[in-house]
């Protein structure tokens, strides 16, 4: 019998069961309802999992009251200060920060496979080149699964760890190429002379014809994105990835499951969404209190997109810091910025919401995606890549998720229930009869 234990009693028949609760390092403990249908014959129900954990995890916890982000541990303002991207991608995938051998070693073993194979190509050059950049991520990604599906053995861990070394390696080429698809200048195969992020920046926005430099102020700017966004527990996307893997599905194929949900504007599609929303404030002459105003009515579909979290009842902790980075990244472009005005406004709808009662009462704070997008403009980033820039940075965190599932020996497939409320049982009436 479990240490403490949960009751629950049917008061319709009397009959009761002892339900083991069970303790994690921090955050609310769980109740293992396991056992509740076959000794009660009920299912939960919990749309949109608002109270329940599908799993177990080790990787990133998150408390929404206090507004805290912890990566295996190690909170996001210090990692934020003081780590790299890349150095949070090896932490998240294998639970500890590398000595300075373990991580030159990583980061010699990502750079032997930055390059796509040639045939990829040919997935780009079938697209319009109006496409969304996320409709080309995951057809890119998911077509990943046509040229390595035969070397993976999704439960061999050896095998596992090269298709995570594989996709953190190749999603920033793949990002880059979809940029350059769009704008219709050529590919820019990687340079493994530079860092992780400067090769991003340099297959973005470099061209054969001319030297790129990446600004160093650029480089910090993205790396801070890249740590902050890199992963958040089991939200829509990586629970996507969790639950598609759980087949034993080839983890690519996974991970383009993964780039569909987040693409969404609810979740990672909000980025894009709150700079076309400052945009519409701004060519509207209207005041921001005007769309304050339509926020809170309910009669309109209007929502402040880059506001409230599902779990953060407080402010997200990654807005507060990517908020400052905002201030300084503007500040270095100096008062003629062309997006000083839409900074302005975020900062205005900002002043005004958290004074709003209607916000204060239902702890609707800025989110991560308030202030980035921003940043993102601010880089010369195409609005339709920014939640392409999210997936980079999620890669990781999605893939340290579907390694942890898959390397569980106990992981079983995920299979939720439901509520049915459908007809119930009716017999079929030939056509010319009804
Ligand atoms: C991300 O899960 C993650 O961890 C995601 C993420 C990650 O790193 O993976 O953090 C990244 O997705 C951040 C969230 C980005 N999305 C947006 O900024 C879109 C705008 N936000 C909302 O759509 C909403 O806040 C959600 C989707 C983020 C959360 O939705 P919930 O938890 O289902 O909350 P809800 O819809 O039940 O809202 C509760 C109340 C409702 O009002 P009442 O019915 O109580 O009267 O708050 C209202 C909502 O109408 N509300 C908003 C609002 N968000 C919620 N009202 C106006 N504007 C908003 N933005």
Request: proline residues 5%.
């Amino acid at each position: 019998m479990a240490d403490r234990t949960v009751t629950v009693t049917d008061n319709a028949t009397g009959k009761k069961v002892n339900l083991p609760v069970l303790d994690g390092t921090n955050g609310p403990s769980t109740i293992d309802i396991g056992t509740l249908y076959k000794e009660l014959g009920y299912f939960t129900y919990d749309p949109g999992y608002v109270s329940t954990a599908s799993c177990e995890s080790k990787i990133t916890f998150i408390d929404g009251d206090l507004g805290l982000l912890r990566y295996r541990g190690y909170p996001i303002e210090q990692l934020a200060e003081s780590s790299t991207f890349l150095e949070v991608c090896y932490l998240l995938l294998h639970g500890e920060l590398p000595d300075r051998q373990t991580f030159d070693a990583f980061e010699s073993r990502l750079k032997m496979h930055t390059l796509l194979d040639e045939k990829m190509r040919r997935f780009y050059l079938g697209f319009h080149n109006n496409s969304h950049p996320m409709a080309m991520m995951v057809a890119t990604v998911g077509a990943m699964s046509a040229f390595y599906h035969d070397q993976i053995d999704v439960h061999d861990a050896d095998s596992r760890e090269s298709a995570a070394n594989r996709l953190i390696a190749k999603v920033p080429t793949m990002a880059a190429w979809v940029y350059k698809y769009t704008v219709g200048q050529p590919f820019v195969y990687p340079d493994n002379n530079l860092d992780y992020v400067s090769n991003f920046l340099y297959m973005m926005f470099g061209l054969p014809t001319m030297d790129y430099q990446p600004s160093p102020a650029f480089v910090r700017a993205m790396d801070l994105i890249l740590i902050l966004h890199a992963d958040h527990e089991q939200n829509a996307s990586t629970s996507t990835v969790r639950l598609a893997g759980s087949s034993g599905a080839n983890p690519y194929a996974a991970l383009s499951a993964g780039i569909s949900s987040l693409w969404g504007p609810a979740h990672g599609g909000a980025n894009e969404a709150v700079i076309n929303m400052l945009e519409d404030i701004v060519r509207s002459g209207q005041s921001v209190s005007y769309y304050i105003e339509r926020a809170k009515d309910k009669d309109s579909k209007f929502r402040l997109m880059g506001f409230g979290h599902r779990v953060y009842k407080n402010y997200d902790p990654r807005a507060k810091i990517i908020r400052e980075v905002c201030h300084q990244l503007l500040a270095e472009l100096g008062e003629n910025n062309p997006h000083q005005q839409l900074l302005d406004t975020a900062m205005e709808l900002e002043r005004i919401a958290l004074e709003d009662e209607y916000f204060v009462a239902r702890k609707l704070y800025p989110n991560v995606d308030f202030y980035s997008g921003i940043i993102l403009r601010a880089m010369g980033i195409p609005l339709n890549m920014f939640t392409v820039i999210f997936a980079l940075a999620r890669t990781v965190g999605w893939i340290s998720h579907w390694k942890e599932h898959m390397s569980d020996p106990y992981a079983r497939i995920g299979r939720p229930r439901q509520l049915y409320t459908g007809a119930d049982q009716r017999d079929y009436v030939h056509i010319d009869q009804r």
